[in-house]
């Protein structure tokens, strides 16, 4: 097998000092080390964190570190690969399959049965890993302290917390149905709440058309798994959200990127682009687009309709900020031009409601929402029961519309004070847009930085980045910056720490 994917571990539940025991620090951290090589948990051929990152685990200093990691290297327990870290090393192969005497703890280890080639599993699974920079975040989001300037969800102040506590207790006084599976397109109850929602948009779906998902991120992979071939070719705008996750890489489809400008993708180029790459599908965010925060306007939604038209070409409409304007309704949906049933549309809770209760959706023909249902059944027989039955609740009561409502005036609020902000530390340093809804400012730098290393920076530094070469591979000069998580006072504090940096990478000249 070949080495595709190296994620670095951790050591998981934080290791704490014990301070009655008289080990002193190191000792303690190097049995700690031990306990997970001899459970399992941590298997032949496994690569350990960096030392700065261990330390940074642990609360220790390096010299505390190293002396820990010299003694299982002593026991030959791990080993130091050039250009490959530090493994655990294989110690059953090491003493050629005999248990040696001379250390009690080695001979414990010998007796652990062998993890066979786990790590090569892992290496080489169909479905990719995340991106490094997009394991960083996901870990550093609950990291103590950290400013997140690029968090892609409401702060917890800003969801409904009281009105979906209402919810649940009314539900608890009703007579709740077994909480069993749902069918395969998910509660009917729910599947008809989410239409009258839908047909506020100008969407027509009857509850046929509609397939109810755990989040809109699975209707995409569900999408990617059951309706586009390996080795085919999607078409979608460059940057986007798409790039940062590997649904659609990890099942073989090929991307091809679209430029964008300020009405949204653009449509010269698009016919020819979708012939030369045969094209099974466009995807596309039209409304408060992820991560430019681009709002397509009407005219261009109907031009993408009718040459996506003349091409035959389906579309993938995410709309899962659609709901969330900040100064007046964006157009129709795509979705709702749509009378040839070429059109896809994914909408979610998850970004104004709750992201906790995973509900989502797909609207299309019939044929399509019943093979993704077959699909979804296969992997995980429906999204939660009671999950549904509150977001039922929650669409049927009147709740979501009365708190998106309190929502779009505390983001325009939010949106303004960072525009505020970003005139008054970044004037002269960087472009952005002024975005009409959803959660997005997308800074342009005036210069190109190394954007791996501005992120690296900003951690030490206390702030979390969203940098644009998770949606654009190629990106050195954009950040998504977003409005809805870190706090008025925290983006007071942040912004200009994060101005410091990039003025001291661009004249640092990296």
């Not at 080495?3 to 951790?10: A, G, M, R």
């Not at 655990?88 to 003493?95: E, F, G, K, M, N």
């Not at 990291?143 to 649940?168: C, D, F, K, N, Y």
């Not at 929402?369 to 059944?377: C, G, N, P, Q």
Request: charged letters at 20%.
């Amino acid at each position: 097998m070949t080495e595709k994917h190296c994620t670095e571990q951790s050591p998981g539940k934080r290791w704490t000092p014990d301070p009655a025991s008289p080990l002193p620090l190191h000792r303690q951290i190097s049995n700690y080390l031990m306990d997970k090589i001899s459970s399992g948990a941590w298997p032949p051929g496994m690569r350990l964190a960096p030392q700065r990152e261990l330390c940074r685990q642990l609360g220790v200093n390096r010299s505390t570190v190293v002396t820990a990691l010299g003694q299982l290297s002593a026991l030959g327990l791990i080993e130091g690969r050039r250009g490959g870290g530090t493994r655990v090393a294989d110690v059953r192969a090491a003493a050629g399959g005999a248990v040696s005497s001379a250390d009690a703890v080695r001979t414990d280890l010998l007796q652990v049965p062998s993890a066979g080639s786990w790590n090569a599993y892992v290496e080489e699974g169909v479905h990719y890993p995340n991106l490094p920079t997009v394991q960083d975040i996901n870990r550093l989001e609950y990291e103590q302290g950290l400013i997140r300037l690029g968090t892609g969800e409401p702060a917890p102040e800003l969801l409904p917390g009281s009105a979906m506590t209402r919810v649940l207790a009314e539900l608890s006084r009703q007579t709740l149905p077994p909480l069993s599976y749902e069918e395969p397109l998910g509660s009917a109850g729910l599947r008809r709440a989410v239409s009258r929602e839908l047909e506020k948009n100008g969407i027509q779906a009857d509850s046929d058309s509609i397939l109810i998902t755990s989040g809109a991120l699975q209707g995409l992979q569900l999408i990617a798994v059951g309706l586009l071939p390996r080795g085919s070719t999607i078409l979608l705008e460059k940057p986007s959200y798409l790039y940062s996750i590997h649904a659609f890489q990890s099942a073989g489809v090929k991307f091809s990127g679209l430029p964008m400008d300020e009405q949204g993708l653009q449509m010269d180029g698009l016919a020819r682009e979708a012939r030369r790459s045969k094209a099974a599908m466009l995807y596309s965010i039209p409304s408060f687009h992820n991560p430019t925060g681009v709002l397509m306007d009407a005219k261009r939604r109907q031009e993408l309709m009718e040459v996506t038209g003349q091409l035959g070409l389906p579309i993938l409409e995410d709309g899962a900020y659609q709901e969330l304007w900040l100064d007046t309704p964006p157009p129709p949906p795509l979705k709702a031009l749509d009378r040839e049933g070429r059109v896809l549309h994914l909408g979610t809770l998850s970004k104004a409601a709750s992201p906790g209760l995973r509900i989502g959706w797909i609207v299309g023909p019939e044929p399509v929402v019943r093979r993704l249902a077959d699909i979804k059944m296969q992997t995980d027989y429906g999204a939660s029961s009671l999950s549904q039955l509150a977001a039922a609740r929650w669409l049927e009561g009147g709740y979501h519309e009365e708190h998106l409502q309190l929502l779009r005036a505390r983001l325009r609020q939010r949106r303004d004070a960072v525009l505020h902000l970003l005139q008054r530390h970044f004037t002269g340093l960087a472009a952005w847009n002024v975005p009409a809804g959803g959660f997005y400012i997308w800074l342009s730098l005036d210069k190109p930085v190394p954007l791996r290393t501005l992120f690296r920076m900003a951690h030490k530094t206390g702030l979390l980045l969203n940098t644009g070469d998770l949606y654009d591979r190629g990106d050195s000069r954009h950040l998504r910056l977003s409005y809805v998580y870190a706090s008025p006072a925290e983006l007071e504090l942040g912004l200009p720490l994060l101005a410091g940096l990039i003025r001291k990478l661009q004249q640092a000249g990296v």
